[in-house]
């Protein structure tokens, strides 16, 4: 049995973000921006081989996202800013989101384990 390590990209999507893995060596290595691509994550993966065939284990371990991109916005600025967005500003509220990044024409929650690389506004 090893422990691999991917690098899942997110884009944006019609309803949901997109996402794409690939292997890596290291979660120390460092991770080239994809074009299209507004952030990124680590995790790991049990994988095993079992009479020629691969067999992997659920995905595990996941680090925050590293935000290529988007504006990194508190509740009041997404009061001031967007006003009438009155579905994210209740989300806001009620799911005890404290930021949120804007990016590909959309909002996603900021979690405390998440990093803004570079602060563009789109």
């Known amino acids: 049995m090893a422990l691999k390590h991917y690098v899942q990209y997110a884009y944006p999507g019609i309803f949901v973000s997109e996402t794409t893995e690939e292997p890596i060596k290291s979660r120390k290595e460092k991770v080239p921006k994809k074009k299209g691509a507004y952030a990124y ?3 790991s993966q049990e994988e095993t081989k079992k009479k020629g065939e691969i067999l992997c284990g659920r995905s595990k371990d996941f680090s925050g996202w590293y935000y290529f991109a988007g504006e990194l916005l508190t ?7 967007y006003a009438k967005e ?9 799911n005890h989101y404290e930021k949120v990044v804007h990016c590909g024409g959309q909002f996603l929650p ?11 506004k789109q």
């Open 110 to 120: 900021f979690d405390k384990k998440d990093t803004m690389l570079i602060k563009e």
């Open 41 to 43: 994550r680590f995790y």
């Open 75 to 81: 509740l009041d600025d997404v009061k001031k800013k």
């Open 86 to 94: 009155d579905t994210l500003i209740w989300n806001m509220e009620n």
